[in-house]
């Protein structure tokens, strides 16, 4: 009887949890009504009310004169409320980048911090007017597929030759890394070349840097060098005023090097082979000029 009987109390508790699943999948909110109505950022614990019930956050709680709520002037309890602190730690959402494959529910208070360190956040196509957005490997397929955008495959470290046609070209190095270098239209007698690295994850510090060189006559070459790469998701465009070097506008044949800081953990034998690879494939332009 004491087995019936627990067996009975087992299947109640999973159809009352069943039923707590499908009452959280069907719920909708304004959720504004969570976030501090000083601040306007999403409650946390711990969470203070006035005697009206009206809340504020710790930090704004820490502010207010007196202690006086800002909405009608009622003192802020010293106690947190312990049932919307419940609330708020209850409330899931998907993130932001939920489009981009991350499928990670979050603690509605942690969002900004989830978005700050989530993976799967995106970069941008700068061509105006487009708008597509994604990993950087479908942003190469984009470039190349829909905007024709001329690729090259380079090494770190090995020169390889471009044209400086006006126009985007892309550059992917053999570790995956993906750069774009701008060669503007010229509105004075030269072009201005811009180099940025594509990558969701901005550091504070670059660890790429490239020279690019050209001659325009015989006995003349000018070398141009850029220490810090920007990294950049390019979700505001390309980055304004970032021209590093000019070249005239008769089609110079620009000699360009990227280095790393990530090959000083190679030994220089290891170097040596690479620099001296004749793999092919490096430094080769697909879709460039012909």
């Not at 508790?13 to 969570?34: D, G, H, S, Y």
């Not at 609330?87 to 959402?93: A, H, N, R, T």
């Amino acid at each position: 009887m004491e087995a019936k009987s627990s067996s009975i109390k087992k299947e109640t508790e999973a159809m009352e949890e069943a039923e707590r699943v499908v009452k959280k999948q069907n719920v909708t909110m304004a959720m504004e009504v969570f976030d501090c109505p000083v601040c306007s950022t999403p409650l946390r614990p711990p969470v203070f009310q006035c005697a009206l019930g009206h809340f504020v956050c710790s930090p704004c709680r820490d502010k207010l004169p007196d202690s006086k709520c800002q909405a009608c002037s009622g003192v802020v309890l010293k106690s947190s409320c312990y049932g919307i602190e419940r609330i708020v730690e209850s409330i899931l959402v998907p993130c932001p980048y939920a489009e981009h494959g991350c499928t990670d529910m979050i603690t509605y208070y942690l969002k900004g911090e989830h978005k700050q360190a989530c993976p799967h956040e995106p970069c941008y196509c700068p061509e105006p007017g487009c708008g597509f957005a994604g990993t950087t490997a479908a942003l190469l397929d984009h470039f190349t597929s829909q905007h024709k955008w001329p690729t090259t495959v380079f090494k770190y470290y090995v020169s390889f030759d471009l044209i400086a046609k006006p126009g985007m070209h892309v550059l992917r190095a053999q570790d995956g890394n993906l750069f774009l270098l701008n060669v503007s239209s010229p509105e004075s007698v030269l072009h201005g070349i811009s180099l940025v690295r594509i990558q969701p994850k901005v550091s504070e510090l670059s660890r790429f840097g490239c020279s690019v060189g050209f001659s325009c006559w015989k006995g003349h070459y000018q070398l141009s060098s850029l220490d810090a790469i920007t990294s950049t998701s390019l979700s505001d465009g390309l980055p304004k005023s970032s021209f590093f070097s000019f070249v005239p506008k008769s089609s110079a044949v620009l000699t360009v090097t990227i280095d790393t800081e990530l090959m000083c953990d190679i030994n220089d034998d290891e170097l040596e082979e690479e620099a001296s690879d004749d793999d092919d494939s490096y430094g080769e332009e697909d879709g460039g000029e012909e």
